[in-house]
């Protein structure tokens, strides 16, 4: 039961336009023809998709963590800046989603996976954690840097490379529709790292985070 509560409430951290939008574009993109279609093909897309939800409520709890006060103005109905979870409750969240992610994708052997989680991890950690060299958020190209790299080339590339090896047995080469569902989301993660800083402007101009918006 504590488990199953835990994971209701980390769902207040969950992105989750990421996560339908990778497991759509997976399935239409990484199928070449109807037999494809299988158990053994959502049981492969699942063990992929199982750690990227969790490295995702990661990253974007451990950006909330670090934005309480920015959020009370830009994002006020978020879970911890509406008071809804404590700062431990967000901290626990946080950990033990990364914990979770790591462990879930050690345990399915997947080396593609465990490389994006690995990447997504230390690049989301970049982003957001309020250290020296780091906070990357406050610097428009490099936080823009981040969401491209995360979600339009490191994401496509770990699953196509499971997919393609790990699931249906094929050697992993480069075919015209990865190659366009990689330049689509490029294209794609641009134009949400513009627009999803034009609603935080106010809260982002007065805690010194140059967006793309105002940049």
């Known amino acids: 039961m504590l488990l199953v509560n835990s994971w209701m409430l980390s ?12 497991a759509l574009q997976r399935c239409l993109f ?3 023809t109807i037999s494809d279609i299988s158990p053994t093909f959502f049981l492969g897309l699942f063990k992929a998709l199982v750690p990227a939800i969790f490295m995702n409520i990661y990253v974007v709890g451990l950006n909330q963590l670090f934005d309480v006060e920015i959020d009370k103005v830009n994002k006020p109905t978020l879970p911890l800046a509406s008071g809804e979870f404590s700062m431990s409750t967000g901290i626990v969240l946080v950990a033990a989603s990364c914990i979770m992610s790591f462990a879930y994708g050690s345990e399915v052997r997947i080396s593609a996976v ?28 490099l936080a823009a840097s981040c ?12 699953f196509f ?18 190659i366009f569902a990689t330049a689509f989301m490029c294209f794609f993660s641009a134009v949400i790292a513009l627009f999803k800083d034009i609603p935080d402007v106010d809260g982002d101009r007065d805690y010194g985070i140059q967006s793309l918006a105002f940049a």
């Not at 207040?12 to 939008?21: E, N, Y």
């Open 147 to 158: 969401i491209l790299c995360v979600r339009a080339i490191l994401v496509q590339l770990a």
């Open 114 to 141: 465990l490389f994006a989680l690995l990447i997504s991890f230390l690049l989301g950690s970049a982003y957001s954690v309020d250290l020296p060299l780091l906070r990357w958020k406050r610097h428009a190209f």
């Open 11 to 22: 769902i207040g951290f969950l992105d989750p336009h990421t996560v339908i939008g990778t």
């Open 161 to 178: 490379m499971h997919i393609q090896r790990y699931v249906l047995g094929r050697p992993i080469v480069l075919k015209k529709s990865v």
């Open 30 to 32: 990484f199928l070449e």
